[in-house]
């Protein structure tokens, strides 16, 4: 996702989606943090794992508002691990505790210390795997493809859907 604008510093909600994840298994399930807020110009969803949202209804996120809009996530990149958060752009955000806490836990998960939230796997990620399995040979891996395919749509859409619970099993 690209920086694309962001309104007035302002306070907002952030709804804990992935409630497993190192930087978020100690949030409230919605946390209320004043800070500026960005808009970006695509939503990552799909290529990340989200781990928190944006409530827009309880700010104005002016010109750019998303409405799905994410506000950290993580993914694996290129053999290595990537996690993100778009807070953080007040100095007096350092000295809250659960910031802290959050940028810690994504610290720690990036460079490998801790783990968790299923290791911010996306859909993306399996769905290649899946791929490559269905594209070698033989019967057997041919089955496998298939089965993991199935649970992979039936959990993509159960996310699409926002029961994200059935994504994360």
């Not at 695509?42 to 409530?55: A, I």
Request: charged residues 20%.
């Amino acid at each position: 996702a690209y920086f694309r604008n962001h309104p007035a510093q302002q306070t907002a909600v952030n709804h804990v989606e992935d409630p497993t994840h190192p930087s978020t298994e100690f949030l409230p399930t919605e946390w209320a943090r004043f800070d500026e807020w960005y808009n970006f110009t695509n939503n990552p969803r799909g290529v990340v794992r989200v781990l928190l949202t944006l409530d827009e209804t309880s700010y104005n996120p002016g010109f750019g508002a998303m409405g799905d809009h994410p506000i950290a996530w993580c993914h694996n990149y290129d053999g290595g691990r990537s996690w993100y958060t778009a807070g953080g752009h007040r100095d007096d955000n350092f000295s809250e505790p659960l910031f802290l806490q959050h940028i810690l836990g994504g610290i720690e998960w990036t460079a490998g210390i801790t783990s968790g939230g299923g290791d911010c796997v996306t859909f993306y990620e399996v769905g290649n795997l899946v791929a490559e399995i269905g594209a070698s040979s033989g019967v057997l891996n041919t089955v496998a493809a298939n089965n993991i395919d199935k649970h992979l749509e039936l959990a993509e859409a159960a996310a699409d859907d926002g029961d994200r619970a059935p994504a994360l099993e």
